[in-house]
């Protein structure tokens, strides 16, 4: 196993006193190389558990063991050294470095952890998601769905253990949504990384061979159905 999620409870505070429950998942196991989809309506919760996983915001309890690893027992130095060298995330909001070229941002990716600096390779990305043409372009010289392609390419930069990605083609226009995908599965398949994607978009779910549903898999969306 890659991934192990074990009784995570997450719920925030409400302003007016008293708490709300988001988040009540009994377990989740992802194999090594395993792509996993988590489908569901944006408020279930997805994009909460994604970030407890990369260990960006801790659980009120349970066990969150990746590769071995218990985030949940590390400081959050050590959740950062973690991330840095196992995982890689796809952000909805990108979060590019604005002064930093294409090129910059996904190289910039291959310094947090403990992999080689390879602009051969981050060149090779920018190139597989059609951006060849724009690697010392900045983020501001480039379209919404650009800078998403620039983001997923910096995301498979470091070669993770397990690829995180939320909703990586929200922001895409279609001719390259299909794109992105076999992007995202094709380099997770030759390398042995794992995937965890979240969306709401059922047809683009049904390419992955595994499927999980967010309102089978947290037990907070069960007590509201019912």
């Given at each position: ?29 992802v194999d090594v190389g395993e792509q996993v ?183 907070v969306l069960q007590s509201v159905a019912s």
């Amino acid at each position: 196993m890659i991934l192990q999620l074990d009784h995570i409870r997450k719920s925030y505070p409400l302003p007016g006193g008293g708490t709300v429950q988001i988040l009540d998942v009994p377990n989740l196991n992802v194999d090594v190389g395993e792509q996993v989809v988590l489908l569901g309506q944006s408020g279930g919760g997805k994009t909460t558990l994604l970030h407890i996983i990369a260990g960006i915001t801790t659980p009120d309890s349970g066990s969150v063991l990746l590769d071995g690893i218990e985030m949940t027992k590390l400081s959050e130095q050590g959740r950062d050294r973690v991330r840095a060298a196992k995982l890689g995330y796809v952000f909805q909001t990108f979060n590019l470095l604005p002064g930093f070229t294409a090129l910059e941002n996904v190289r910039l990716g291959m310094t947090f952890g403990s992999g080689k600096h390879d602009i051969s390779r981050a060149i090779r990305l920018l190139e597989r998601v059609g951006l060849g043409d724009r690697l010392h372009y900045k983020p501001s010289q480039l379209s919404v769905g650009q800078q998403q392609r620039i983001s997923v390419a910096r995301a498979l930069a470091n070669r993770p253990r397990l690829l995180l990605a939320d909703e990586p083609t929200a922001n895409v226009d279609a001719a390259n949504q299909q794109k992105i995908i076999e992007l995202i599965r094709q380099t997770c398949q030759e390398e042995q990384i794992a995937l965890i994607m979240v969306t709401h978009d059922l047809k683009l779910a049904q390419q992955f061979p595994r499927v999980e549903r967010l309102e089978q898999l947290n037990r907070v969306l069960q007590s509201v159905a019912s």
